[in-house]
């Protein structure tokens, strides 16, 4: 698929509108949150339809396995992503607070 068709199906339907009041793109286009849709479901779909083969061909217990590994491996990712974000929130508090306490310092100044 050449870049130019991918973005020609990638427009966002949301843009500016036209003459009649419809998107920019909701002639033929597909927009950013339809593709987005369609890729999960792709994944999803590809999940369900490759699970029975691969468990088939791998064997009950190799099978088990794997999925007891993705599943520690997806839990620890969970607990760094909360993590991070706790402390991303922290950051963005002290900065709050030193932006807070530079105004009041600006404003002492300026009042003195």
Request: proline share 1%.
């Amino acid at each position: 698929m050449s870049a130019a068709l991918g973005e020609h199906l990638l427009q966002d339907d949301m843009g500016e509108e036209d003459a009649e009041g419809q998107g920019a793109g909701s002639d033929d286009g597909l927009s950013t949150f339809s593709a987005v849709v369609m890729n999960v479901n792709m994944v999803i779909g590809a999940g369900v339809v490759g699970l029975p083969y691969a468990f088939y061909h791998a064997g009950a217990w190799l099978s088990i396995a794997a999925l007891l590994a993705a599943t520690l491996m997806a839990s620890a990712t969970m607990g760094y992503l909360v993590e991070v974000m706790a402390w991303c929130e922290l950051q963005l508090e002290d900065d709050e607070k030193i932006a807070a306490a530079a105004v009041t310092d600006e404003e002492e100044a300026e009042t003195a």
